[in-house]
């Protein structure tokens, strides 16, 4: 479901949005040219391939030199997305980070992934792993020009797509 309010927001969002703010629950809110997406908590599973996940990767991130880091604000105050995770090029000391050499996307049923690629594609995102917890499956895209193409291999990395999957303790 999506809604648009135009204009000022009713009393009645702006107290949703502070509760939510209050309770923690807009973690994974992003920004999108000024529009303020709410995005729900995740599937308990979701968590779970992540942190498996990022066990896997640990290890030849930092044999790259990469740090890698959870949720973070990758762009500008007015317009950022909040990957699950990145690998970037030293530690991120800002709120707001302009760009990361790989990010990691963990599908969840109706979310934005696929809608995010432009905007890491502008922020100069070197790498994308996608999740697909429900498919059982990781796909790897890197930037040429513009605009990502699938392959089935990390060149940062060092890992192979097929490796991954198999050593990914899938739930259900």
């Keep these: 479901m999506k809604m648009v309010v135009v204009g000022e927001p009713p009393v009645e969002i702006t107290a949703f949005l502070a509760r939510r703010r209050a309770l923690g629950q ?7 040219e000024g529009d303020y997406h709410v995005v729900p908590v995740p599937h308990p599973w979701h968590a779970y391939v992540h942190n498996t996940l990022a066990e ?23 317009d950022y997305r909040v990957p699950d995770s990145g690998y970037h090029r030293g530690v991120p000391n ?15 049923p109706h979310d934005e992934t696929w809608e995010k690629f432009g905007f890491f594609a502008r922020h100069g995102v070197e790498e994308i792993c996608v ?9 790897w895209f890197v930037l040429a020009g513009a605009q990502y ?10 890992v192979t797509v097929a490796d991954l999957a198999d050593r990914v303790d899938w739930p259900g």
């Excluded at 990767?57 to 500008?76: D, H, I, K």
């Design 56 to 78: 896997l990767l640990g290890p030849a991130a930092r044999a790259a030199g990469l740090v890698g880091t959870t949720q973070f604000n990758l762009g500008e105050s007015d």
């Design 26 to 32: 807009d973690l994974f809110d992003e920004v999108w």
């Design 149 to 158: 193409e699938e392959i089935g291999a990390s060149p940062l990395l060092g």
């Design 131 to 139: 999740v697909d917890p429900q498919g059982r499956q990781i796909r």
């Design 94 to 108: 800002e709120v707001f980070i302009p760009t990361a050499a790989i990010v990691v996307e963990v599908l969840s």
